[in-house]
């Protein structure tokens, strides 16, 4: 049965844009007085409202009685929301001005949340993160990626893959789990980095692809965790294993940029410390440039170059980083519209970052436009003016969010 849902004041559709570069808001597609007829999950037609109910006379009407801007669900395209445990203590410290290694001897950083992941059980991890992908669904979020990392060994690597896989069963968003054993070498670990990264290459992955946890993989390259050249010798035999891949790049000292062009990974992400080099090398390749403003606050650090980076041509997604250390807040459009007043994004780029651009860095085919064929995972926020979403700098929430065409 075909449900006609409409009108509304205005429709964003996020088609026809350019994937690269910079964007400006005469660029956006606005339907006025809008309706999209929905089937099965999947968007039929996307039109003015009164075509629409000549065209489809005897669909369902899903009549809607106030003012409302209509967008495509958003795309969060890098999280670690699979994690027990809070951080605050590390928080606190560090807005008394307490340094990362001075958190780290008092027993903070990632190790303390591998400590507490590794010891909750998978219905604890499962159940964590579906409260937060529900969270996040409410606030218009229909897609998210969500990394491993805190377990770092066999059993709890393989135990948050699962708890992701569960999770995505007992929540209508979609999940996309990363496998991030490369998060940083265990501390119980007593080889070398390169060692470590051989592990997970020739117990772990195969591991993962015979249960079809996942097929992607990520690594963190810094001084503080895996160097240039051991990630890149990771990724490509990573990627010869049949895995996709993603970076945490050039976070606090460049260089995880370049290798993850040179592998040609669908993303590198963070990006707070790219020089001229790391932004000509991302706009002139496919891999997208995922920023993450939500690490940026939790640390506070300057946010990545995001105008530099779409000036000089690079597809920039916007991502929530969302986890227990840098980045615990996990309100997406509370980041991005922060971080657009910072470093003057465009509406049209900011909602650009955030579906369409956002959707390459996952392969979604069918996610981040409202476009017949594709799922009905859409938005609905309570004003005539698409504007208002980013001048309430994240505090209007959408009053309406379809998951594959059914309310949530
Ligand atoms: O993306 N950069 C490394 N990893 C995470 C933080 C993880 C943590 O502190 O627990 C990030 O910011
Ligand atoms: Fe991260």
């Keep these: 049965m075909k449900t006609l849902i409409g009108p509304f ?23 006025e007085k809008g309706g999209v007829v929905v089937e099965n999950g999947e968007i039929i037609a996307i039109a ?33 929301i699979c994690y027990d445990g809070t951080r605050n203590r590390d928080y606190a410290m560090r807005i008394a001005g ?12 990632i190790w303390d949340s591998v400590t507490k992941t590794r010891i909750a059980d998978l219905v604890t991890l499962t159940e964590n993160t579906v409260a937060r992908a529900n ?36 929540t209508p968003a979609t999940l996309i789990s990363t496998c991030l054993a490369a998060h940083m070498k265990p501390r119980d670990y007593t080889g070398s980095e390169e060692a470590y990264l051989q592990w997970i290459l020739t117990e772990l ?12 993989v990520d690594i963190f ?13 990771f990724l490509q035999q990573a990627m010869q294993q049949g895995f996709v891949a993603t970076v945490h790049a050039d976070q606090f000292s460049a260089g995880g940029a370049e290798v993850a062009v040179n592998a040609r990974a669908l993303s590198a992400d963070h990006l707070e410390a790219s020089t001229e080099k790391e932004i000509a090398l991302l706009a002139n390749s496919d891999t997208v440039a995922v920023v993450l403003p939500g690490a940026s606050l939790g640390l506070g650090m300057l946010y990545a170059p995001a105008r530099r980076l779409l000036n ?58 409202l476009l017949a064929g594709y799922t009905a995972d859409m938005q609905a926020y309570p ?19 379809w998951k594959k065409g059914v309310l949530v």
């Design 135 to 170: 969270r996040h669904l409410k606030e218009g979020v229909t897609t998210i990626e969500v990394k491993s990392g805190y377990g770092l060994n066999l059993e709890s690597e393989l135990k948050m893959l699962r708890a992701i896989q569960q999770a995505g069963m007992h």
């Design 221 to 233: 390259i810094e001084e503080t965790a895996f160097s240039a050249k051991a990630a890149a010798d």
């Design 312 to 369: 000089a041509g690079a597809c920039v997604a916007i991502a929530s980083d969302w986890n227990p250390g840098s980045a615990p807040m996990g309100d997406l459009l509370v980041q991005a519209a922060v971080m657009s007043a910072a470093e003057k994004l465009s509406t049209a780029e900011v909602l650009a970052a955030l579906t369409v651009r956002a959707a390459p860095a996952l392969q979604l085919k069918d996610a981040g436009q």
């Design 205 to 216: 992955l195969p591991v993962i692809q015979q249960e079809q946890l996942s097929n992607r």
């Design 9 to 31: 004041a205005q429709i964003l559709p996020m088609t026809g844009l350019s994937l690269k570069g910079a964007l400006h808001d005469e660029q956006l597609t606005v339907i």
């Design 98 to 109: 307490k340094s990362y290694l001075e958190i780290a001897r008092a027993g903070g950083g």
């Design 48 to 80: 003015g409202y009164k075509s629409l109910l000549q065209k489809y006379p005897d669909c369902e009407i899903a009549f809607q009685d106030t003012p409302l801007v209509l967008l495509p669900g958003f795309i969060d395209c890098h999280t670690h």
């Design 383 to 401: 004003t005539a003016d698409y504007r208002d979403i980013l001048y309430y700098q994240g505090k209007m929430k959408p009053a309406l969010v």
